[in-house]
């Protein structure tokens, strides 16, 4: 099996990426700092190699996705092309950064909108000639909600995810190319903990990134269309979603 990821330098993304490795796959692994690979020890296995590449750059990812598709691995007997594209790569920004500085706006909308679009359409390319393939996103429950008070750009770009996830099954679908979308709550990353100061502990239903890495790649070897978890959390959302206007605007940011 021949996987990429793209955001697979941290959090949920790396724990994916050593869950294919350990699975025997080769494994591409993809973000703009490679250097964060330096103290893990199986980035450093012939089965894997480290990337650095920003999923806003349409030709460089288009240019990745091929080279890694067209390139046969002599340390692994997986042949050439493109079984899996993983896509993590994301960015937060909470309202409150936007009317501070509102050039704070455009990466969130490059990297999570564009740079998805980039990505799926450039392993589409490389997976529609052999008519197989999975593509794959992780989007955010925050997506799923209608009023998110504290991230209003952040969850509109997870909604369009969402949205790009569905367009992509239906239009792949005649090539036996299968889409997941990922649409998870809080997971105890630390990039979460790094933007709770130190500690994500307080967040509600709070999973480990292990836990969180199981259920994804459960998803993704049973292709399904969607894996949202845990599932308290959507409960919530869909509950909150019902809600009248006036009570949502009473939810603490
Ligand atoms: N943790 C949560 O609670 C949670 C909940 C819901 C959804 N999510 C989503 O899950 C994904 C992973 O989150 P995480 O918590 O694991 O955070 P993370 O460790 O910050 O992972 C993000 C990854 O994306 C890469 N990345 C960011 N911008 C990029 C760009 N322009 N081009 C290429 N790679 C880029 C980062 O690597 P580089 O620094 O090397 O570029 C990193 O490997 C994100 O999309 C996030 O929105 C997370």
């Not at 994916?16 to 490795?21: E, N």
């Not at 240019?63 to 691995?73: P, T």
Request: proline share 4%; with cysteine.
């Amino acid at each position: 099996m021949r996987v990429m990821v793209i955001g697979g330098t941290s959090g949920i993304g790396l724990g994916l990426a050593r869950h294919y490795w350990e699975q025997g796959a080769r494994v591409a692994v993809c973000g703009r700092h490679p250097e964060k690979l330096d103290g893990v020890a199986f980035a450093r296995d012939s089965r894997v190699s480290v990337h650095a590449c920003d999923i806003a750059d349409r030709a460089a990812v288009a240019r990745l996705v091929a080279q890694f598709a067209g390139d046969a691995c002599d340390a692994c007997d997986v042949g050439e092309g493109l079984d899996l594209l993983i896509v993590t790569a994301g960015q937060y920004t909470d309202a409150a950064a936007i009317a501070r500085d509102r050039s704070s706006a455009l990466p969130v909308l490059r990297v999570n909108v564009g740079g998805l679009e980039h990505a799926f359409s450039a392993a589409a390319d490389a997976m529609m000639a052999r008519e197989q393939g999975q593509l794959v996103a992780v989007a955010s429950i925050a997506g799923l909600q209608d009023d998110y008070p504290n991230g209003s750009l952040y969850s509109a770009s997870k909604r369009a995810a969402i949205a790009i996830c569905d367009a992509y099954r239906k239009a792949l679908a005649p090539f036996g190319i299968a889409v997941t979308v990922v649409v998870p709550g809080y997971v105890d990353t630390a990039r979460l903990r790094e933007l709770n100061h130190g500690d994500a502990s307080g967040k509600p239903y709070l999973m480990p990134e292990q836990e969180a890495v199981q259920r994804i790649a459960a998803a993704i070897a049973g292709r399904d269309a969607r894996c949202v978890f845990p599932w308290q959390m959507h409960a919530l959302v869909r509950l909150f979603n019902l809600l009248p206007a006036f009570l949502k605007r009473m939810r603490k940011k």
